[in-house]
């Protein structure tokens, strides 16, 4: 039986492999797509015609081909409808509370790949077997650059941890800008804590005076949980697929450093360690498919209705970082300043660890120029034919949440809508 063959450069390649690429790539288990819901399958729903994900999860995914060009795209989100009730016979007609609608622009561009998926004995290998290793090698890399780039957003910071497994460069990188493609925006005041013994500090300005004794413990969980159940305007719970304790037991997700992790377990008594385990345990097992979600796989535990997993991604400060924040003076317009990390004991470095809600990032693909897919696959000989070349790009963009939402004074104060930050001191010194 003969084999089609697709020669290298072909427009058939490039439709095939581009789609190959994509779909693989948010196919494949990350962070990421762990917390991106499943695309609407309601008929004639919006989202549906948006290409919207399921907005009870905290990354949305919006694949938006109503147009081919352009390189923004809208998030609109309607704020809850306040104002006392008619009662009786009152006239109602006219008296229609106004509908408060917030919006952010998320700008797209365009993030390329390159491999080199040949060398001297190109020549003795098909040209499948190139492209097999050359994908291969794209898809590692996309869902890092998609991972990291998710976390650096969601944090409000990129931090100083290093490594060759890091693709997205440090701020102070001359490309930092344009590869994040949207600002990275530090963390609202009303969404931002710092540890303080056992108890928090509202605001990042108490990085400079936080010290080694502000590690990581459930207190702090305890705290935040009770944070959050106070806020007028709470953070919108996660609802994941098949949680039938969803309504009565809202759940949140809190991504920690490996470090932080580390520190819970060395501040926590067995027995109630135990229980912190068997907590996350007793709700993966509640699931109406029999199944675990993979937010539950692995190490997790459940506290105060918040899920705690762990994430290879630590954005870690050291001691005299510079680390950007928003003032409380400033709270009205979000106004950033930067604060110092107080000096701490050789060893000791702060993480930011991340509470997550529903629709806390949103991540939008545009149509590729030239392709009918959100990613485009290319590729060309070199060597006289004997090497192949190939490069991913994909046509994205991602940004945290944010909108207007009124205080007690009838302000609107700019708000993360998902994500809430803790930060605290590790101890580097062992391991």
Known sequence: MSVTSIPAGSPLARKVFGAALFANTQRQPSLMNNLTGPAPKQSGAEAKLKG????????????????SQGDVVSVDLINQTGGKP???DRMAEGKGERLDMSSMDIRLDLATKVVDAGGKMAQQRTVHSLRGLAMSNLMSWFKRFNDQSTVVHLAG????????DWVVPLTADPDFVDIMINPVKAPTFNRHYVADGTSLVQGGQALSAIDTTDVFKLEHIDA???VIDDMEFKLQPIRLPGDEAADDEPTY?????????QSILTNTSGQVWRTFLQNAWNRATSFTS????????GEAGLWHNILVRKTDRAIRFNEGDSVQYCTEAGQTTAVEAAVQVNSLTKG???DRAIVLGAQALAHVYGKNQGSETYANWMERRYNFERNLEVAGEVMCGKAKLRFDVPNEYGEKIPTDHGALILD???NTNNG
């Not at 919207?52 to 147009?67: A, E, H, I, N, Y």
């Not at 910071?157 to 060759?164: D, E, I, K, L, W």
């Open 290 to 297: 029999g199944k675990k979600h993979p937010l539950f796989t």
């Open 224 to 226: 935040l949980g009770a």
């Open 424 to 426: 605290t001191v590790v």
């Open 86 to 88: 008619i009662m009786g």
């Open 253 to 261: 997700l809190m991504l920690v450093t490996n470090r932080q992790w």
């Open 348 to 350: 000791f470095k702060v």
């Open 157 to 164: 910071a990129r931090g100083s941890q290093v490594g060759t």
């Open 52 to 67: 919207q994900t399921s907005p009870d999860m905290p990354l949305v995914r919006v694949t938006d081909l109503s147009k």
